[in-house]
Antibody, heavy 122, light 107 residues
Framework: QVQLVESGGGVVQPGRALGLSCAAS????????IHWVRQAPGKGLEWVAV????????SYAESLKGRFTISRDNSKNTVDLQMNSLRAEDTAVYYC???????????????WGQGTMVSVSS | EVVMTQSPATLSVSPGERATLSCRAS??????VAWYQQKPGQGPRVLIY???TRATGIPARFSGSGSGTEFTLTISSLQSEDSAVYYC?????????FGQGTKLEIK
């Protein structure tokens, strides 16, 4: 079935780095842009980054630019999120989501993973 | 950066009644606005995209409207399973932002 599965979360000390991965299956992965969205405990959704279907275009939330890097490997159906210089405020569940195009060219995130928890703490 | 502001923060409505959730953009935006439902312990589920188009499998009691800076999600004839947090989202020019969410409680 169509699914996204995140991995790589865990507990990390402030200032350290951590890499997350999103594995896709059940659909034409190389046809879709993929996003990362995070959710701090008890808080709302915060968009993190997007990578285009072919990996040529990447965009980040302004507050994160420079610390996070998104990449993809269409041969392995995976999207990675490398997070550097982590801070306590990066503590969150990190979701990857598939972008899809609907009628009139409007987009939505129609498939979400189950999320992976990242805790930044000393 | 486009800021999406949702109101109210919490809404309590009786079963069978109508719920109206609002979302205001900080600047005029296209209709590339979506609404998501999130229940505790679950990832979000898309309800509406393009401001007014229901996503696949979404019941007809969910409807969206609006343009410019004002967008609305209406849930008619509320059911107990509609208890959740609802988020609006805009996506334009490779940047995305979510509203802070409206928690919908069923009385």
């Amino acid at each position: 079935q169509v699914q996204l599965v995140e991995s790589g979360g865990g507990v990390v000390q402030p200032g350290r780095a951590l890499g997350l991965s999103c594995a896709a299956s059940g659909f034409a992965f190389r046809s879709h842009a993929i996003h990362w969205v995070r959710q701090a405990p008890g808080k709302g959704l915060e968009w993190v980054a997007v990578i285009s279907y072919d990996g040529r275009k990447r965009s980040y939330a302004e507050s994160l630019k420079g610390r996070f890097t998104i990449s993809r490997d269409n041969s392995k159906n995976t999207v990675d999120l490398q997070m550097n210089s982590l801070r306590a405020e990066d503590t969150a569940v990190y979701y990857c989501a598939r972008e899809t195009w609907g009628s009139e060219g409007y987009t939505s995130f129609d498939v979400w993973g189950q999320g992976t928890m990242v805790s930044v703490s000393s | 950066e486009v800021v999406m502001t949702q109101s109210p923060a919490t809404l309590s409505v009786s079963p069978g009644e109508r719920a109206t959730l609002s979302c205001r953009a900080s600047q005029r935006i296209s209709s590339n606005v979506a609404w998501y439902q999130q229940k505790p312990g679950q990832g979000p589920r898309v309800l509406i995209y393009g401001a007014s188009t229901r996503a696949t499998g979404i019941p007809a009691r969910f409807s969206g409207s609006g343009s410019g800076t004002e967008f609305t999600l209406t849930i008619s004839s509320l059911q107990s399973e509609d208890s959740a947090v609802y988020y609006c989202q805009q996506y334009h020019n490779w940047h995305c932002s979510f509203g802070q969410g409206t928690k919908l409680e069923i009385k």
